[in-house]
């Protein structure tokens, strides 16, 4: 069974662009989330998706968007990228429930912002 | 709203040796407890669960928590370290009666370096 696969691994971007980053989730996982990760901060929530809705949502600016689509894939788009921006963005995915099992995550899309 | 502390940023153990890495939360409900593992530049490692029943949980490569309710606590253990269990480890809770605002929502310590010494 094909595990959480997310694209690309590594992107360097200028500061000002905009990028989007792929997450195809394990095959039958409705949910999936998607956290940003740096030394400073740590691990923090993004926002999560299922069925093609946002459900939840962290404290991170507008610039910081997503969707998924029918097939469950979801994309994370940040626009006007900063420095700060500079993350592993880690993607989940899950079967979607309030009593769900555990998040199963990718190996991640390292960003740079420079 | 719901945290998890874990309070040593290292812990260091020799090989074959039992190790500990310290985990407590908060929250307003009751919760789902878990425990993941960090490699160099790869994602998180799910090790183990704690939902609900006994307060000893078994998980991968020989890795068992304890579910302590009246101390919040949710420590990670093993009675013998190996080398190759050195990576960042982390702990992390969602809040069941949170409804859909725990939707997809887990709040992660910051996590405990361990590295085992051969």
């Known amino acids: 069974k094909a595990g959480v696969t997310q694209t690309p691994r590594y992107l360097i971007k200028t500061r000002g662009q905009q990028v989007t980053l792929s997450c195809s989730p394990i095959s039958g996982h409705r949910s999936v989330s998607w956290y940003q990760q740096t030394p400073g901060q740590g691990l923090q929530f993004l926002f999560e998706y299922f069925s093609e809705t946002q459900r939840n949502k962290g404290n991170f600016p507008g610039r910081f968007s997503g969707r998924q689509f029918s097939n469950s894939r979801s994309e994370m788009n940040v626009s006007t990228l900063e420095l700060g921006d500079s993350a592993l963005y880690l993607c989940?995915?899950?079967?979607?429930?309030?009593?769900?099992?555990?998040?199963?995550f990718g190996q991640g899309t390292r960003l740079t912002v420079v | 709203a719901q945290s998890v502390a874990q309070p040593e940023d290292q812990v260091n153990v020799a090989e074959g040796n039992p190790l500990t890495v310290k985990c407590t939360y908060s929250?307003?409900?009751?919760?789902?407890l878990f425990w993941y593992v960090q490699y160099p530049n790869r994602g998180l490692q799910f090790l183990l669960k704690y939902i609900t029943g006994d307060n000893l949980v078994k998980g991968s490569y020989g890795f068992e928590a304890e579910f302590n309710k009246s101390q919040t606590s949710f420590h990670l253990k093993k009675p013998s370290a190996l080398v190759s269990d050195s990576a960042l480890y982390f702990c992390?809770?969602?809040?069941?009666?949170?409804?859909?605002?725990?939707?997809?929502?887990?709040?992660f310590g910051q996590g405990t370096i361990l590295t085992v010494h051969p």
């Open positions: 929250v307003s409900g009751n919760p789902y």
């Open positions: 989940a995915s899950s079967l979607g429930g309030l009593k769900n099992t555990e998040a199963f």
């Open positions: 992390a809770v969602r809040d069941i009666r949170a409804g859909g605002t725990s939707y997809g929502k887990l709040t």
